[in-house]
């Protein structure tokens, strides 16, 4: 079993930036990671991914040079650092767990509680 908990949201103006954080804890050795988001009357939406490694990731082009993706496995950390905050950006992010890197949330087993972000105009 795998716990995550986000953390790092709020509320900022367009153009500023936040960092998102995820603690997880558990059995999390080997698990991929994702960040997804979803805002009201809206489906939720893969933002990024990265491996169990670090060593791959991969960007929703909406969010691709804005966001960046990262881990510290040694503290059972997840980052999502977003810079340049578009209004459009406001939802409410999740971190999952699961086996591969992989922009399906259907592929991620374990999923936190979320954190809002609101981007104000």
């Known amino acids: 079993q795998v716990q995550l908990v986000e953390s790092g949201g709020g509320l900022v103006q367009a153009g500023g930036s936040l960092r998102l954080s995820c603690a997880a804890s558990g059995r999390t050795i080997g698990y991929a990671m994702g960040w997804f988001r979803q805002a009201p009357g809206k489906e939720r939406e893969f933002v990024a991914t990265?491996?169990?490694?670090?060593?791959?990731?991969y960007y929703a082009t909406s969010v691709k040079g804005r966001f960046t993706i990262s881990r510290d496995n040694a503290k059972k950390m997840v980052y999502l650092q977003m810079n340049s905050l578009k209004p459009e950006d406001s939802a409410v992010y999740y971190c999952?767990?699961?086996?591969?890197?992989?922009?399906?949330?259907?592929?991620?087993?374990?999923w936190g509680q979320g954190t809002q972000v609101t981007v104000s105009s």
């Open positions: 990265i491996s169990r490694n670090g060593g791959f990731t």
């Open positions: 999952a767990a699961g086996d591969n890197s992989d922009y399906d949330s259907s592929t991620y087993d374990y």
